[in-house]
């Protein structure tokens, strides 16, 4: 097992583990945003940029992608390092002005304010991590958004930006996006959810006792077939919001016969 000195703390990893699992070991916070354990690392966001000694002179690398085959020496509270990942985070604000989750991280790296030109409207709040895009391609497994336009038009979109039939309205993309700007809007009178920023819409399952939103009806079918339990009891229990299936599992327990002692 390789051994990575990180800020003069020593921590031995498993072969070709990266530098970001090192510094959990030994303690040591490196901000992340791009990153997430569940999908592919892409690195797209810099902002976990770290030194690497290499002989007499440091290269620049990003911890979450980095992977440890021998033994190495890393410096996260280097000035140089501290400095790159500042202004990634300079870069990163001008993107996404208005992310409260953004400006807390900004703040607990010592960065108040950018000094670049604020992105046009159309972009705002989207750091074009990609986290969104891989979530629906690798874990929901239905590519519903991808990466659309160049330069300083490239968005996150559904195909040709119009609402995507593909989207099941599952929500994990609203769910690991970093800086919140995905969200989920509740159309109760049309029993829809909305994805936004991309405007795809679902079905929605409301509860069947007091009509409060459940899930999306494709995500509750597709379940329902993967844990094989199409019976008309786990249906009717589906279509129960967790107050009214805990309701009813305290009336069921309540009601059950009370088996006398032989
Ligand atoms: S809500 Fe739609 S776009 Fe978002 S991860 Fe689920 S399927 Fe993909």
Known sequence: MPTVTIDGCKVRVKKNATVLDAAKKAGIWIPTLCYHPAVSCDASCR?????LERGDWRQLVTACNYPVREDIVVYV???RAQQARRGVMELLLARAPESEE????????????THYPKVTESQRNCILCGLCVRVCEEIIGQSAIGFAGRGVDRTVAAPFRQPSDDCIGCGACAV?????????????DQQEVEISPFKSRAKLLLCRQCGAPVVSVQVSEQVMGKVGLDCEEFRERVRLCPKCRKLQSAAQLASAPIRKKQ
């Open 102 to 113: 953004l400006k807390a991280l900004a703040e607990r790296m010592g960065v108040k304010e």
């Open 77 to 79: 509270s280097s000035e």
């Open 47 to 51: 902002i976990c940029m770290v030194e």
């Open 176 to 188: 690991v996006c970093p800086v919140g700007t995905i969200k989920l809007r509740i159309h109760k």
